[in-house]
């Protein structure tokens, strides 16, 4: 197996009363995920985290932390996600891209397990799971 670059993206991870909020990604058939997206060029990785939250759900956060980086295929190909976790600083989660992000939903470790076994959750949040967990208690 050859050694492909993995792409970079970053994705937030934002916790409230003990629930992950999570975007319905239909791009490509629903992709449960926490808002995200590939890293530009010259754009550090918080720059890049806070930028697609606010694109994704017109919300502006802080970064409060990294949880992980975690592989992932995803329609487009191989990414490498590092996962942070944030914080809202000010406005309430809205949809932006209609198109893409129709819904989103805040979720439990039960929903997000739940999730996994009917294959809507993305990889790298199945493989996060269990980092996640220790933030939910």
């Known amino acids: 197996m050859h050694n492909v670059e993995m792409k970079e993206m970053t994705a937030g991870l934002i916790i409230r009363d003990g629930r992950a909020l999570l975007v319905h990604n239909m791009k490509h058939g629903l992709r449960i995920e926490p808002p995200g997206g ?22 502006e956060v802080v970064v409060k932390g990294t949880i ?7 329609p487009e190909g191989e990414f490498l996600v590092r996962l942070y976790l944030c914080e809202i600083t000010s406005g309430e989660p809205v949809v932006m891209e209609p198109d893409k992000i129709p819904s989103f939903g ?6 997000m397990k739940k999730a996994a076994s009917d294959g809507t959750l993305v990889p790298n949040m199945v493989l996060a799971l269990p980092d ?3 933030f939910l208690e």
């Open 38 to 59: 590939k890293k530009e060029a010259g754009e550090g990785w918080e720059e890049s985290v806070t930028r697609e939250v606010r694109e994704e759900l017109g919300v």
């Open 68 to 74: 992980g980086e975690y592989a992932t295929h995803s």
């Open 106 to 111: 805040w979720y439990s470790l039960e929903d």
């Open 132 to 134: 996640i967990a220790k």
